[in-house]
C-alpha cells in the first residue's frame, strides 16, 4: 500500500499524523447526511436540468459571437455580457436543482458578483445599466442573454 514509507520514524510519523487527521475527518463526513445517487436527483429533475443547462449554454455560446462593432472595448463588453449571463444562468440552475449547501452559497456569489462585473463593464464603456432584478428560481425563468444581435444598433464606432 505505501511502500514508499520505510518501518522506523517515517511510518510512525505518518500513523500519527493520521490519528490526529482521520477522526475530524471521519465526524465531519458523518455529520453531513451523502445522499445515495438514486436518492440525490430523480431521474426527471436531472433531465430539466439538462435540458435547461443545455439552453443556458447555447445562449451563452451564440451571445458571445456578437458582431464586431469596429470598437475593442464594445466587442470585448458585447462578448463578456453573454459569458457572464452564462454563470449567472447556470448559478441559477444550481439554485434551482442542487441539494449541496456550500455549492448553493457559492452559486449565489456567482449570481452577485457577474452581475456587478456586467454593470461595471457596461458603465466603462457607457452604456445605460438596467435595475437588477432577483434572480430566476423557478423553471423556464432564465433571463435571456445578450445574443449575437446585442450590438446591431451600434454605429461603427461603437456608438448606439
Known amino acids: 500500500m505505501l511502500r514508499f514509507l520505510k518501518a522506523g520514524l517515517g511510518m510512525f510519523i505518518f500513523r500519527a ?11 465531519a463526513h458523518e ?9 440525490a436527483v430523480s431521474a426527471g429533475a436531472e433531465a430539466l436540468f439538462l435540458r435547461e443547462n443545455e439552453a443556458a449554454m447555447t445562449r451563452m455560446m451564440d451571445g458571445m459571437t ?9 466587442d470585448f463588453v458585447a462578448m463578456m455580457v453573454p459569458h457572464h449571463q452564462g454563470a449567472i444562468d447556470m448559478a441559477v440552475l444550481e439554485l434551482r436543482y442542487g441539494k ?18 456586467i454593470a461595471a463593464m457596461q458603465l466603462a464603456i457607457g ?3 438596467t435595475a437588477s432584478l432577483p434572480a430566476p428560481t423557478q ?5 435571456p442573454a445578450a ?4 450590438n ?9
Do not use: F, Y
Open 66 to 74: 456578437a458582431r464586431p462593432a469596429g470598437n475593442i472595448d464594445r
Open 152 to 160: 446591431k444598433n451600434m454605429s461603427p464606432d461603437g456608438e448606439k
Open 139 to 143: 423553471p423556464g425563468s432564465l433571463p
Open 127 to 129: 452604456e445605460q445599466v
Open 147 to 150: 445574443g449575437p444581435d446585442h
Open 100 to 117: 449541496n449547501e456550500q455549492l448553493r452559497r457559492i452559486a449565489q456569489e456567482i449570481i452577485v458578483d457577474q452581475m456587478q462585473e
Open 31 to 39: 455529520a453531513h447526511h451523502v445522499p445515495a445517487p438514486a436518492e
Open 17 to 27: 499524523a493520521l490519528t490526529l487527521v482521520l477522526p475530524p475527518l471521519v465526524l
